[in-house]
């Protein structure tokens, strides 16, 4: 019985709550709120020699060194038009630390429904199917939920 009540607590925790969200490329995201640090403008970045092609760089945030993910190379997406210096910054916490996640346009916080929730479609790209946990239905568009430590978790959606 209490494994039951555990299994359905978990459940209901991945299901609804707030979510931080954020664009990239036409994609809107988003990132349980208890994971987001803080949303930061465009910082400076130092470039890492021979530092896997998503990584972006590294930014000094109050003397802390975070790692800077671009997430349109994450997601295997074409860069944008246009100036690239001008993606925002989404500090979220891992287990191994905060990372940054370069995002196109930061959203809202959106409260979400359990009911409007489902998991990951099987015609989601590959690249993306890995870093999603489930989608929210919203009026207008379907939010993806991020699994923020699979994101930063470079080895996991690719070819070994």
């Not at 790692?67 to 001008?86: C, E, F, K, V």
């Amino acid at each position: 019985m209490t494994n039951d009540m555990t299994a359905t607590k978990s459940s209901a925790l991945h299901t609804s709550g707030q979510f931080s969200t954020f664009f990239v490329a036409d994609l809107f995201f988003g990132v349980d709120v208890v994971h987001v640090q803080e949303v930061l403008r465009s910082q400076h970045m130092t470039s890492v020699p021979q530092a896997p092609d998503v990584i972006e760089g590294l930014i000094n945030l109050r003397g802390q060194i975070v790692t800077a993910i671009d997430m349109r190379r994450r997601l295997l997406l074409p860069p944008p038009a246009g100036d690239h210096s001008a993606s925002m910054n989404m500090v979220v916490r891992t287990a191994d630390g905060a990372v940054s996640l370069l995002v196109d346009e930061i959203g809202d916080v959106l409260d979400m429904d359990a009911s409007t929730y489902e998991p990951p479609p099987d015609n989601l790209a590959p690249a993306a199917r890995d870093l999603i946990r489930g989608v929210y239905k919203l009026k207008d568009r379907l939010l993806l939920v991020l699994d923020e430590e699979r994101t930063v978790d470079l080895a996991v959606g690719r070819a070994v």
